[in-house]
């Protein structure tokens, strides 16, 4: 009674703590013929990446093509592809910030027409295969899904980290910007007294000059 308490619990926990850390989602787009059309995901450092893609089409006398394009926040290309109809990318990111897959349609580009796409996009815990992992650790189950509950913790543990270091990096920002600020408010001020002060003693030379005082 109690291992299968604790085994629900631990399914319950791993469910939700899923929800907030895993990330795999299925993604249709229609692409304008005229027109790329991107998608794009903040990932830290270090986190496997893994998208499959295909064109969906009605016509099946006429398969249109497309040309896929994987970029680092840095603008290092990670993944090309022309005239494709399916296709897949997997890389693991060295750096952190904003990955960005964009599309286009190859070939006649006729104005008003559109072509559909398929992007299956998984990240971290969620690209992994854990079908080999239970075959080749011989485990099943609540063992499984018990060692799927600590890579999720152990990711959870890393983005809140990560976290934190964006929070100092942003503090630091804000506190530069802000000293940055004061000192252009005092230099502003300091030339604008001495601006006028110029001001009045030029106007005083010019009514001492026409002896007005």
């Not at 787009?29 to 998608?39: A, G, Y």
């Not at 599309?103 to 027409?113: I, L, P, W």
């Not at 969620?126 to 999720?152: C, F, H, P, T």
């Amino acid at each position: 009674m109690t291992t299968r308490t604790t085994a629900t619990a631990a399914a319950t926990i791993l469910l939700i703590v899923c929800s907030v850390v895993l990330t795999g989602e299925a993604i249709w787009m229609n692409l304008p013929s005229s027109d790329t059309k991107c998608v794009s995901e903040e990932i830290q450092n270090n986190v496997v990446v893994l998208g499959d893609y295909v064109v969906i089409s009605d016509d099946r006398s006429h398969s249109p093509t497309i040309s896929v394009k994987i970029t680092s926040p840095y603008g290092n290309n990670l993944h090309h592809g022309e005239n494709e109809t399916n296709g897949q990318f997997a890389f693991t990111t060295q750096e952190s910030g904003t990955y960005q897959a964009c599309f286009s349609v190859d070939g006649d580009k006729r104005e008003g027409s559109s072509v559909s796409v398929s992007l299956d996009w998984k990240i971290g815990i969620a690209a992994q295969d854990w079908d080999s992992v239970a075959r080749k650790e011989k485990i099943e189950g609540v063992e499984l899904e018990l060692r799927k509950l600590e890579q999720v913790v152990e990711a959870v543990h890393v983005h809140l980290l990560y976290l934190k270091n964006r929070e100092v990096d942003m503090r630091n920002l804000s506190e530069r910007t802000n000293s940055r600020v004061a000192w252009f408010s005092m230099i502003s001020l300091g030339l604008c007294i001495g601006v006028s002060s110029m001001q009045l003693w030029h106007l005083k030379r010019f009514f001492q000059k026409k002896k007005l005082i």
